[in-house]
């Protein structure tokens, strides 16, 4: 958590009683995207103050250090998105041999189902799980430039997932509504919104936006004419 955070949140929990003004600072830590070996486990918080000066050890969090069964079981889901530096010195290998590759979408893969069911618990909303997928897609592209089929395998589930992701919410949003031809109304444009994106087949289309595969078929013919 950033020092300036800390102190915003110390400042507006603090308590006045009679002259004395008590701030709180709460726990924190430090969170590092890249590890080395010299890299160490904490790090010094020093606080100067015109009485004198305070200081303390905080954690430092490394992402490389967690597994998906910790990230999940923890609920540290912000680490998501940055799940993916972990692989980081594995890139070249996962873009130049087809095995490892599916082995890390199949990885992400589970990512996505873990996800699906916090939703379906109530845990997080379609909204956090969104943004988790999005941050995750944009990470992704940033630190796999150079690697080809690493952005195409991983990089276009999760932009995949993400589309899915939002035509549930159109979908789910035009249900409760109760109204049969608003219904209708909203998995049409939810399948329109899919064609366009391209990223999604035909039968996948008529899946995810409760279509038949011929009215799919329908509205993918008056797109292009």
Request: hydrophobic residues 35%.
């Amino acid at each position: 958590m950033p020092v300036r955070h800390n102190m915003q949140i110390a400042l507006d929990e603090g308590e006045v009683t009679e002259e004395t003004l008590t701030v709180t600072f709460p726990n924190t830590a430090v969170l590092y995207l890249r590890t080395y070996k010299k890299t160490p486990d904490k790090m010094k918080y020093v606080i100067v103050t015109p009485g004198g000066t305070v200081q303390y050890d905080i954690p430092i969090m490394k992402v490389q250090s967690y597994t998906l069964d910790d990230i999940f079981e923890k609920r540290l889901l912000m680490l998501i998105p940055f799940y993916i530096f972990s692989h980081e010195n594995r890139f070249s290998e996962y873009d130049s041999n087809e095995q490892r590759l599916e082995e890390l979408k199949a990885e992400y893969q589970d990512i996505l189902e873990r996800l699906d069911g916090l939703e379906q618990q109530g845990f997080i909303g379609a909204f956090d799980k969104r943004t988790i997928i999005e941050l995750s897609g944009d990470v992704i592209r940033e630190i796999a430039q150079k690697y080809e089929n690493v952005q195409k395998g991983v990089g276009d589930m999760m932009r995949g997932a993400m589309i899915e992701t939002e035509a549930r919410t159109i979908l789910n949003r035009g249900i409760s509504q109760g109204i049969s031809q608003g219904i209708n109304e909203t998995k049409r444009k939810t399948a329109l919104i899919m064609l366009h994106d391209g990223e999604l087949s035909i039968e996948k289309i008529a899946k995810y936006s409760g279509l038949e595969v011929a009215e799919v078929e329908k509205l993918a013919g008056s797109q292009t004419v």
